[in-house]
């Protein structure tokens, strides 16, 4: 069974920056396609970005809201994904989930990481 | 921009059927499946139905999913307590190269 263990969460101040990690296990990691979704507290899921597996280029993608602030990257040698976040504002505040994808859907979840951005 | 809509709250009580939908407005959003999320209290959000009517192993056939050319539905039968949680409707959105989730729709048995 798939196995997704995030970290890194904690609290910055705006404009601060943070790299969570996901550690993944209980499938092939490097041939996965993997994303971030993100959930502000009390509010629904929101998509915040995907990086294709190294034989399909390693392709990354984002979400409008964070696209030149935020940096999905993977270490298959680790069978970890991160997302380094830069220049945090108070909206990025939720719970950060670490999840493998198929072409149509997304599939496993961590459980979760919490940011918190605020002075 | 496109957007999957969902009613805020549904409910029913035990044994009983329930639907809640999840439509949208976007044919590139509509041609693509529509995936299902159980998220129970706490918890992270869970797979429950993909590729528009496909359950995953383990998953109860009390759920099932069904899709129309702009509109999704989540069908929970013979309803019991553990079922009261929030649902998610997503699909793939090909214009935006990322996915689309719904505003969610929270479920109580009563």
């Known amino acids: 069974e798939a196995r997704l263990v995030e970290s890194g969460g904690g609290l910055v101040k705006p404009g601060g920056s943070l790299r969570l990690s996901c550690a993944a296990s209980?499938?092939?990691?490097?041939?996965?396609?993997m994303s971030w979704v993100r959930q502000a507290p009390g509010k629904g899921l929101e998509w915040v970005g995907r990086?294709?597996?190294?034989?399909?280029?390693?392709?990354?993608d984002y979400a409008a809201p964070v696209k030149g602030r935020f940096t999905i990257s993977r270490d298959d040698s680790k069978n970890t994904l991160y997302l380094q976040m830069n220049s945090l504002k108070t909206e990025d505040t939720a719970m950060y989930y670490c999840?493998?994808?198929?072409?149509?859907?997304?599939?496993?979840w961590g459980q979760g990481t919490l940011v918190t951005v605020s002075s | 921009q496109s957007v999957l809509t969902q009613p805020p709250s549904a409910s029913g009580t035990p044994g009983q059927r329930v639907t809640i939908s999840c439509s949208t407005s976007s044919s590139n959003v509509g041609t693509n499946a529509v995936n299902w999320y159980q998220q129970l209290p706490g918890t992270a959000p869970k797979l429950l139905i993909y590729?528009?009517?496909q359950r995953p192993s383990g998953v109860p056939d009390r759920f099932s999913g069904s899709k129309s050319a702009t509109s999704a539905s989540l069908a929970i039968s013979g309803l019991q307590s553990e079922d009261e949680a929030d649902y998610y409707c997503a699909a793939r959105d090909d214009s935006l190269i990322g996915w689309l989730f719904g505003g969610g729709t929270k479920l109580t048995v009563l």
């Open positions: 999840t493998s994808l198929t072409w149509n859907y997304v599939h496993f």
């Open positions: 209980g499938f092939t990691f490097k041939n996965a396609w």
């Open positions: 990086i294709k597996s190294k034989t399909d280029g390693e392709t990354t």
């Open positions: 590729n528009n009517d």
